[in-house]
């Protein structure tokens, strides 16, 4: 049992609504619409559709999203490989500096007493706990 | 310059493509989240893509971005509801305006993600069944029945709507 009735056009109508036809098919397509009630019905339909999506009002960019976007990539832009050599030298700089200290600390006063060098030791070991500001 | 020509583009569509995220992600922290991965995907890839296909590969990115998001939350069950934004809106107007656009996204969110983007790419970017079809990489015949088949979907998601907007108010 067919329940709907469908019409040969009825395929060509959201082409026809939104101007992708042809002229020659845009004509003959009207034509027909002006004494078929089942195209009728479903331009209006489709009609519908649209009135409805044209609802909807643009909402701003949230305030400084674009800066963000322009910031990062403008970070991005030295190439890969040159940012893994700054930072493998700032690591590098940073593990030479904590060497020269313990080798200060314990080899420039490993002779004068052995309070010092346990200073400096502690220093060291709550660096590494955080209790330091970097 | 390129970092020029991107940031006519930034200025010029992501106001088009965060309105877009909005409408499919609903949520609006994940619609910028996915509007700079965008650019800055886009921006890595810049040199290879035509000018003129600039905004179609924006909008593509996007959409692929989008629907993994989509895909994690499916997997997490998560569900977005958007209710508590609708209390900024003190005066009538502005909160009629924002009651019609959740209905709006929430109409777009029943639909697939591909048929929403052919809906966003037709209705709200203005672009004709060549543009689209470009964007999509597909034929500009497919095109036309995706998009029917959409605008059906829609009619019918209108429809409920509308009963139910007239089932609350006859309960109230
Ligand atoms: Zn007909």
Known sequence: MKQKDECSFEKKLNAYIAGELSEIEYNKVREHISSCHLCQNEIRELQQVDNFLFQYTEEEVPAGLNEKILNSVSQSHTDPFMRKVVSFSIAASVLISFMAGILLSSGLYADSSDSNITIGEDSLYSYFEGDYDV | ?172
């Open chain 2, 1 to 172: 310059m390129n970092n020029n020509k991107f940031e006519v583009l930034l200025q010029n569509e992501s106001k088009k493509l965060y309105n877009y995220l909005l409408k499919i992600l609903r949520n609006k922290e994940d619609a910028e989240d996915i509007l700079q991965e965008t650019f800055i995907a886009f921006h890595k890839k810049m040199n290879s893509v035509k000018e003129s296909s600039y905004k179609s590969y924006l909008f593509r990115t996007a959409y692929h971005k989008a629907l993994n998001l989509i895909k994690k939350r499916n997997a997490k069950n998560k569900l977005v509801t958007n209710y508590q934004e609708m209390e900024h809106f003190e005066d009538k107007q502005s909160k009629n305006n924002q009651q019609q656009k959740e209905l709006i996204k929430d109409a777009l969110s029943q639909l697939k993600p591909e048929e929403a983007l052919l809906i966003e790419l037709q209705f709200y970017q203005k672009m004709n069944y060549k543009q689209i079809a470009e964007t999509l990489e597909t034929t500009q015949s497919a095109v036309d029945s995706k998009l029917v088949r959409a605008k059906k979907k829609l009619i019918k998601i209108i429809n409920e709507q509308k009963k139910m907007q007239e089932n609350n108010l006859s309960i109230v």
